[in-house]
């Protein structure tokens, strides 16, 4: 089931829900079992196409969710189930859903790609990322580029949930979303600092 072009932004591709949420370059395992699911990865594997997780929060579908990729097939029982990888290539909007695609055992929908993330613009959130590299965890800035720091890239390295990765991606204002990790990170060496006070308690002692 390739994507069809509805239009030059959406297209309608197959939907895998689940509760998690993924920005471009983030993968993770998932274990397959149910038989919708399991034709879809099977399709997937053999026509090399790309598929939709969309963010599901108390069994409701919100209104963003990733495009995917499947990366391999790590294992496979012979009852059919299998442990795949999967990587984010694309932020989503859901457009539509569908419980059932024509002559599919799985959904889909439509959907439009959400560009991706911007440049850090604040000079705090910039400065943070830096103190907090040289003070606390030097590889934080591993794989960036500290003359052009991207938005993605800092929620890559703050680890943060999918419930609050999707909060994130949810705030449609640049200036929002990089006031959000200013406080990720202060709390972040808030709780770091503090560790440390307890840990020269220790040694005093």
């Given amino acids: ?121 604040d000079r705090s959130l910039f400065d943070l990322v830096v103190q907090y590299t040289d003070h606390f965890d030097k590889e934080f800035l591993s794989g960036m580029s500290a003359d052009d720091l991207y938005c993605f890239d800092v929620v890559r390295a703050l680890n943060l949930s999918s419930e609050d990765k999707y909060r994130f991606i949810n705030m449609n204002c640049t200036e929002k979303r990089q006031q959000y990790l200013i406080r990720h990170i202060q709390y972040l060496m808030l709780i770091r600092n503090q560790e440390k006070m307890l840990n020269d308690d220790f040694r005093l002692n």
């Fill in 1 to 121: 089931m390739k994507a069809k072009k509805v239009d030059n932004k959406q297209e309608i591709m197959p939907f895998f829900p689940l509760g998690v949420f993924l920005l471009p370059g983030e993968d993770m395992p998932l274990r397959i079992f149910e038989p919708r699911y399991l034709q879809l990865i099977e399709e997937a594997r053999q026509q090399d196409f790309t598929f939709v997780i969309p963010f599901m929060k108390d069994e409701e579908m919100m209104e963003y969710g990733c495009e995917v990729k499947l990366q391999q097939v790590v294992a496979e029982s012979v009852q059919g189930q299998k442990v795949i990888t999967v990587e984010s290539v694309n932020i989503v909007r859901i457009i539509s859903f569908t419980s059932q695609m024509k002559g599919k055992l799985y959904g889909g929908g439509r959907i439009e790609r959400v560009p991706a993330g911007n440049v850090v613009t």
